[in-house]
């Protein structure tokens, strides 16, 4: 019934852009369709039997150890995620963070059967040399309307170490062309650079976090510090890492001036070791490390320390970004006019890339280049999200969720002092810490089996990373559950 | 009227999907449509009015310095890329060589206009952890259909540098798990390279070649020698380079034993130097950097090589995979039954990846992960895209096109021979040399101008790129109008 449902919906779309796709004629103004199912429904354990056979099949083709189960993605909507056995999940994972609005959003099915986009979905341009005549538009309408404060430029990139690596090639050819007076390269640097040797290839530095994530490729990987098994058997750079602030819940702060002293401590020893710093990384929360938070006055104190060391300043907000603490950047709750010099994104923005200040726009084409830069049909749904988003008041929505989120954790972590602590959040960017490891995988198994999809993240946390769709009514639904399952575990 | 005509497409493929979306109605025999323009038209110079005024805009946004013009999708077809002057060009370098049958291809158009589809388009998965339903079957009618020799697992990624930057991963994670006798590693491992030091981040190498291109991360980089502004201010690694035979044409290989003895050399050299190669990375045509092209003698050489020091042996097919040769593989014609370990793609099969050996699988989840891993919305397209290869016997239509092309090529080079040297290429994957930089760049644009769409390559090449229905018929209609500029220029 519900796939007869589905149907409907997909049916009534391409009724509507059968009209739409009559020349000239405007879309019809949209409506708030409730689009989600009333609660978990669960048949199997998870996974079941249809989950276990195809992870079998997937099996002879890739590793599937990190396979939770598969996904019918045709009767998912909303909030929920139905698995192949018939299992309905309210999801407050959503993919690794990277659902803004939920499955199969009425207006985005909308979007996609509109014969008028077709094209944009079968031939994909190499964006950097032959963009569609549509390009600049859809960048001003999507990422353009939403940049961080004082950044008017945006490029785009497949994923988010791509986002990251590219970032970071930025910072390196802005200090560099610093250094050189902006003058052009010399005759040795451009010898020299073919065969990965100094000046052309210079042995300059980014200064990253302990406990910090900021992607896979070797160069992010090298800024990477939040667990070992991302890290072994890659060589990496000898790059600086210094202490992220470790709080104390309730908030207390006495961590941030050491913390802010030991970055430049590091900034003048690695210049002093001929490995300057050009840029600093740090994402505004810490994410995959274990949802770790810093003040404001540690980003603001962090982004000066920069600025007087002549470092760029990126702020990776990946996972942050999209609306998920309440604002569209989570740098912004710092209250700064100039937070950053580079601010990139992923995930919930469905396509990557990095908004950057004037300054750091590579001074040659080719420089910052590969053969896609990004895809226009990702951009194309982005626009769509960021009106939904706007349409539907969703970062009003995050903001009254994640109170209640908040208040409902307060509530279970005075109720089971010996298993809950350290509940913290902004926004529906929340997280809790568990007694200990063990403890935790049976509060995410058991969830599951009640249909409470959960992730973790650091060494004993969960974090909640629901859609911006996720009502104060699904945080009751899940804080019912949730305290069933502790309440059995205790 | 052109447009007419797309709409007319468009209407049909809605038209059919909406029977197509009736519940157990199976997709009706494909019909091969011939669907494409009968030859250039210039209406203006390029770029034209209409491109000048939209890179103005975009120059707000982004670095324009490399876009060529903007382009009307919609209206583009089969070989021919029209812009938004209205000028149509004969496309000759199809996307930086990414476009595998051409613009709009009507299979393509249907496919993404059935409603089955759209939950693919709107629900993009975390492929790592929640794979939908019909991902083992949908990998096994693309990918795995057309698997290389010898290997059956294959790990898809969004783009050709993730693609490849996992793949080296891939490679490291196996020479130390060697290293290690497939020992669990050691806490000094798990300890040190989270802070990016050996042992668990070990001094280990890709070899690779000069002239090369494996793309522009900072991992790809490290092993990329074509050209110096793509090098040029990034940190790199300390990694051994080898020079890429320089074939005189028409053929001689007497290069070939000393370009294998140095590689040799350098193995040895740099274990002793104690950063021992893991990997040899090469592609089989080396496209960016020149086509430059080897023997089957020396990658089977090479290949031996590789065996013979235990270092695993990975072909970039980026450029050269997908049909563009003739055969699906461009190492194909070298003839081996092992001619690798991996193989890593993109562009023309529209997602990124790699295959691989089972030994290359790594031991752990999460140690070749992110968020993506890749985009089911492009296997989708791929696995038609691959229909159409075979319904319409392209792989053959390629050989015979590319003996067209390069006999008209011999023939123009002993018409003009102060101007042409070095024609070159294995099915429609051709070169050939320009006396210098400037005539190439005067060639390019008046090619250009005269609706023939083009791309250099190397110092002073020019790479042909069609797509695999790049047929005689086109072959001719080009070879004409490149004489006539040859003879302008002359």
Known sequence: MASSLISRQFALSLKKNLHLSAPGCKAAPKTQVEFDY???SMKTSVPGPRSEELTKQLGHIQNVGAINFFCNYEESRGNYLVDVDGNRMLDIYTQISSIPIGYNHPDLLKLMSNPNNLSTLVN????????????PEKLTESLVSVAPSGMTRVQTMSCGS???????????????????????????????????????????????????FHGRTMGCLATTHSKAIHKLDVPSFDWPIAP????????????????????????????QKGKPVAGVVIEPIQAEGGDNHASSD???????????????????????????????????????????????????????????KDEFQADEPYRIFNTWMGDPSKNLILSEVLNVIRRENL?????????????????????????????????TFCAIDICDDETRKRILITARDKGILLGGCGDRSIRFRPALVFKEYHVHLFLNIFNDILAQLK
Chains 1, 2 share one sequence.
């Open 38 to 40: 009333d609660g978990p």
């Open 124 to 135: 994909r341009p190499a964006l950097g040399i032959l963009p569609p005549e549509n390009f």
């Open 162 to 212: 791509c986002s990251n690596e590219n970032a970071y090639k930025a910072m390196f050819i802005w200090y560099r062309n610093k250094e050189r007076g902006h003058n052009a390269p010399s005759e040795e640097d451009l010898t020299s650079c073919i065969i990965n040797q100094s000046p052309g290839c210079p042995e300059l530095s980014i200064l990253s976090f302990m406990g910090g």
């Open 244 to 271: 992220f602030p470790r709080l104390q819940y309730p908030l207390e702060e006495f961590t941030r001036e050491n913390a802010q002293e030991e970055v430049e401590d590091l900034i003048v020893k690695w210049r």
């Open 298 to 356: 540690f980003f603001r104190g962090l982004r000066d320390i920069a600025r007087k060391h002549g470092c760029a300043f990126h702020v990776d907000e990946v996972q942050t970004g999209g609306g998920t603490t309440g604002k569209m950047w989570a740098h912004e709750h710092w209250g700064m006019e100039d937070p950053a010099d580079i601010v990139s994104f992923s995930k919930k923005l469905l396509t990557g890339g990095y908004y950057h």
């Open 395 to 427: 970062l009003e929505e995050v903001t009254r969720s994640g109170k209640a989120l908040m208040n409902g954790l307060f509530e279970l972590q005075a109720q089971y002092p010996g298993m809950l602590s350290r509940a913290r959040g902004v926004g």
